[in-house]
């Protein structure tokens, strides 16, 4: 029984991910929504399945991809900076906006709403800076790597 | 009316179902990268002193590192309270989004049970939001730290600014998200959300269609936010909290200054460590582990005296040959040269020694120990290099000039100093004639090390017939 678990390691995995998914998209049906936290089980362990197996048994594997994927790095990491924070910083200057219109609220409550959505843009555009500028330390790195 | 919220309100079906099946994707990432790491430490010799007293284990890792005994310390309060907010807020959020999922995905479906209104909706509104807090200000701390204070054992590579800048991103996603659904469905309760409800009272004056696309597009990125840092998760320094953890429940309960013996000196195969394959499993998981604080290169008398020694570089360097050597992509980022004076990625094929720790820095090292002392995550530098002096020593017969009379008096007397076996006690007169200084035989137990240079010092004084120092004495050791 294990030595058949174990030959078909990477077949179970794969299955588990398929069961996964195919639980969550039945989870939608309202009587059956119980079966949604069963698929993201299944997901999980179907992904942790096949990650842990490619890690522990075949170091070369996806050289090419890893390749890839490394040489894209920094284009990949400005897409994913600037998409991620866009919306954090456009719910934050909506808010500071909204200050201007005649908000809702007590005045000290309001005030301190507005003292708090500036720190957080603040804070957040220090943040996108900095992550910026860790993308350029990779591309410098690359650069680096290159000569 | 019972305080409670609806639980992925404005969020889409589609939505859901497609976070939901890309969830695999990070979790397959963080897997396949801990799997490499694992595989990496298990090429190590095998070390079953380690595996004994489970118990003092487990409360040393529960003190010293989820309750940072180790890391809170007198001199290091603000780091330390840095660590704890950071540590502290994400573990908070991280429950505040298992409770929800609990909720949502397990007791109400299934039991037909909620749990999630009421006093403890109240109360939990109350706690994530001091989460946020404690890591937003966690890592404004850091920020602070790096850029500002810039202590000078404090370097900074591409990984700790995207480690940290994700984690202030999460947390500020999450206020925002919540404070926008607040502008909208104006909960009578809301004001227990103490940070997310003064930033509502700005949005109202918004459309609430202006508020729903908002925070629709929060909601999305917030979640792959989450899924990038969980890919990201191994193959960065966030992989310490579990690195750290297992350090530190398998850290070595000897005394620290004692050195490990070569099991069957004469028949062993091996000596010392010349490759990493050589080195235990505990000391390749221990490279693994080190989170760049540089606490070590604080107390380090090597780095502050400028030799090419750097305690915390020759573990990163280590970590960065495993990493190569195992095909994990750590430090693959780039941006590394900054931190020390070496590259990721240099490839898997250089020799260990010289190249990629080079002999003098071995040889600088005092053993002194006080890395280790200072290291909050218990990482073994001392008896780490020492293997590899060994290794140089007793395998390629590589050492400074210097130390050849200690070899010469060792292979002739049996000990470090040019005295005859015959009047190896002929030392203990000397000191009668300085009793003041010489500790009752409790405080010479507690001594330790200190007694050993001291007893040299005498030994010395005796052979040469000049007085040398006894270190140690007089004071209790740091």
């Not at chain 2, 290169?297 to 305690?311: D, Q, R």
């Not at chain 2, 992509?329 to 941006?335: I, P, R, V």
């Not at chain 2, 990629?356 to 600088?364: A, C, G, I, K, Q």
């Not at chain 2, 052979?463 to 004071?475: C, D, E, H, M, V």
């Amino acid at each position: 029984m294990m030595t058949t678990i174990r030959q078909n390691y990477q077949l179970i995995s794969a299955i588990g991910l398929v069961v996964g998914v195919a639980l969550i998209t039945v989870a939608e049906m309202p009587s059956l929504h119980w079966t949604r936290v069963f698929g993201a089980t299944a997901i999980s362990l179907g992904a942790i399945g096949i990650g842990v197996y490619v890690g522990l048994t075949q170091p070369g594997r996806y050289a090419a991809a890893k390749a890839r994927l490394a040489a894209a790095r920094q284009p990949l990491g400005i897409v994913l900076v600037v998409l991620l924070f866009l919306p954090a910083m456009a719910g934050i200057v909506a808010g500071l906006i909204g200050l201007l219109n005649g908000p809702d609220g007590t005045g000290w409550v309001v005030a301190l709403g507005g003292l708090i959505l500036a720190l957080m843009l603040a804070a957040t555009g220090a943040a996108f800076a900095v992550g910026l500028s860790a993308m350029a330390g990779i591309g410098r790195a690359a650069r680096e790597d290159a000569v | 009316m019972t305080p409670t919220r609806e639980i992925l309100w404005n969020v889409s079906d589609v939505s859901v179902l497609i976070l939901y099946f890309l969830m695999g994707i990070p979790i397959a990432f963080l897997a396949f990268g801990v799997a490499r790491r694992v595989r990496m430490w298990l090429r190590g010799e095998p070390d079953d002193s380690r595996l004994a007293d489970w118990g003092v284990r487990l409360k040393d890792a529960l003190t010293k590192s989820i309750f940072h005994g180790r890391i809170v310390r007198k001199n290091k309060i603000y780091a330390g309270i840095m660590h704890a907010n950071i540590f502290g807020g994400f573990i908070i959020l991280l429950l505040g989004t298992i409770i929800v999922l609990i909720e949502e995905d397990i007791t109400v479906p299934i039991f037909g049970w909620s749990f999630y209104q009421g006093d403890f909706y109240l109360g939990y509104k109350l706690v994530v939001n001091l989460g946020g807090v404690m890591l937003i200000s966690g890592v404004l701390m850091a920020f602070a730290r790096r850029y500002l204070m810039r202590p000078k054992y404090q370097e900074t590579a591409t990984d700790d600014q995207l480690v940290l800048v994700f984690l202030l991103l999460l947390a500020v996603q999450g206020f925002t998200v919540q404070a926008l659904r607040l502008a909208v469905e104006n909960d009578p309760w809301g004001p227990w959300s103490w940070v997310s409800y003064p930033m509502s009272l700005p949005l109202r004056s918004l459309s609430d269609g202006t508020l729903e696309f908002l925070h629709t597009t929060n909601w999305i990125s917030h979640f792959l936010t989450t899924y990038v840092l969980l890919a990201y998760w191994a193959y960065s320094k966030m992989i310490h909290p579990f690195t750290s953890l297992a350090n530190v429940f398998f850290h070595r309960l000897n005394p620290k200054g004692e050195l490990a013996r070569i099991p069957n000196i004469e028949e062993a195969e091996v000596l010392g460590y010349g490759k990493l394959e050589d080195f235990s499993w505990a000391h390749l998981m221990n490279v693994d582990a080190c989170m760049h604080c540089g606490r070590c290169l604080e107390y380090c008398p090597t780095f502050n005296t400028g030799k090419p020694l750097h305690p915390r570089d020759l573990v990163l360097e280590l970590a960065s040959f495993q990493a190569d050597q195992g095909g994990i992509w750590s430090g693959e980022l780039g941006g590394e040269a900054k931190l020390a004076r070496h590259r990721w990625g240099e490839g898997p094929e250089r020799e260990l020694i010289p190249g990629v720790v080079s002999p003098e820095e071995l040889w600088d090292c005092t053993t002194c120990g006080a890395c280790i002392e200072h290291c909050p995550v218990y990482i073994e530098h001392v008896p780490m290099i020492v293997s590899m002096r060994q290794h140089l020593v007793l395998e390629r017969g590589e050492f400074p000039s210097e130390i050849t009379p200690t070899f010469n008096n060792l292979e002739r007397f049996g000990s470090p100093y040019p005295i005859p076996q015959s009047q190896r006690d002929d030392w203990t007169s000397v000191s009668t004639s300085q009793s003041d200084t010489w500790p009752s035989s409790k405080k010479r137990r507690r001594l330790n090390t200190s007694f050993s240079s001291a007893v040299s010092g005498r030994l010395m004084s005796a052979t040469s017939g000049r007085r040398w120092p006894s270190a140690g004495f007089s004071r209790r050791p740091g």
